[in-house]
């Protein structure tokens, strides 16, 4: 069991590039998570989807996209990117019934936007 | 919205002694979850206790434990005997027991244990 995966580690990208960050679950959690997480700050929550095909905005969606076409992957995409995108970016998964589930976390993407 | 506070940016204790960390928050539900994490500079986001707010009892995990005041919207979080291997960024977090269980967190606070 490799619980969340995401890939990559470390990325360093220019102002205007794009790109994808992966992520992967491997417990057949129904619910996915997007948190970034500032220097000296908490995780903020971006996206989240509850299921295959069904995606919601969190706190702070504006310059991200998400998509789930499968239970196990939930990629979030990052276009155009600004400097104020530099952060550490965590997937994490939960199971959906009802009462106390705990939240898995992935070992989080450090990007920086030069 | 919900939000959580964690007021103490930084806090520092000896190593065997007793520290405890505070967190507010603000909600209009009566039934939600409540947790700290912990974050050692490998990043990892570790669970290191969870309270239901329906539960009058204070959670214990060994070493740590929590003082819940849902009146008073107050969630600390206890560490006894001190360990090196404590030191990190501490978080607080709110969930409701309704929804998509998303979390809200405190901006943390930096734990440091000296020898």
């Known amino acids: 069991n490799a619980g969340v995966t995401q890939t990559p580690k470390f990325r360093i990208l220019k102002i205007g590039q794009s790109m994808t960050l992966q992520c992967t679950q491997d417990?057949?959690?129904?619910?996915m998570y997007w948190y970034r997480q500032d220097p000296g700050m908490g995780l903020k929550l971006i996206y989240y989807?509850?299921?295959?095909?069904?995606?919601d905005k969190g706190e702070v969606p504006n310059g991200y996209n998400v998509s789930r076409s499968t239970t196990e992957d939930f990629p979030l995409r990052l276009e155009l990117a600004a400097p104020s995108q530099t952060s550490v970016y965590f997937c994490?998964?939960?199971?959906?019934?009802?009462?106390?589930?705990?939240?898995?976390f992935g070992p989080g993407t450090r990007l920086t936007v030069l | 919205a919900q939000t959580v506070t964690q007021s103490q940016p930084e806090m520092s204790v000896q190593e065997a002694e007793t520290v405890t960390l505070s967190c507010t928050y603000d909600t209009s539900e009566s039934d939600y979850y409540l947790f700290w994490y912990k974050q050692p500079p490998s990043r990892q986001m570790i669970l290191v206790i969870r309270?239901?707010?329906?539960?009058?009892q204070n959670a214990t995990e060994n070493r740590f434990s929590v003082n819940f005041q849902k009146a008073a919207k107050s969630f600390s979080l206890k560490i006894s005997d001190s360990q090196l291997g404590d030191a990190a960024m501490y978080f607080c977090?709110?969930?409701?027991?309704?929804?998509?269980?998303?979390?809200?967190f405190g901006q943390g606070t930096r734990l440091t244990i000296n020898p």
């Open positions: 989807s509850v299921g295959a095909g069904i995606t």
């Open positions: 309270q239901e707010a329906y539960k009058q």
């Open positions: 977090a709110y969930r409701s027991a309704r929804g998509a269980q998303k979390l809200v």
């Open positions: 994490a998964s939960s199971y959906s019934v009802r009462g106390y589930n705990e939240q898995f």
């Open positions: 417990m057949n959690h129904n619910y």
